[in-house]
């Protein structure tokens, strides 16, 4: 699923790329505006990579560690 997501974020990045270089011609306005699609790639994949870890940490706990047994 890791994979899927990383290829949206790729895809989309991709379009903003060509958007940018097709009708922002000067270079000076677009790299700016290149650096801040670069910024929100990255973004979107801490936060893939956050979600990740957060999945796989609510997926791998094990409560009976910090469960006590109740004596009758």
Do not use: C
């Amino acid at each position: 699923m890791h994979t899927y997501i990383s290829t949206a974020i790729d895809s989309v990045q991709y379009a903003k790329t060509q958007f940018l270089n097709t009708f922002v011609k000067e270079e000076s306005i677009r790299k700016p505006l290149q650096d801040f699609v670069n910024a929100q790639a990255l973004f979107a994949r801490n936060m893939v990579n956050v979600g990740n870890d957060l999945f796989q940490a609510a997926t791998t706990f094990d409560i009976s560690k910090y469960l006590t047994p109740v004596k009758q």
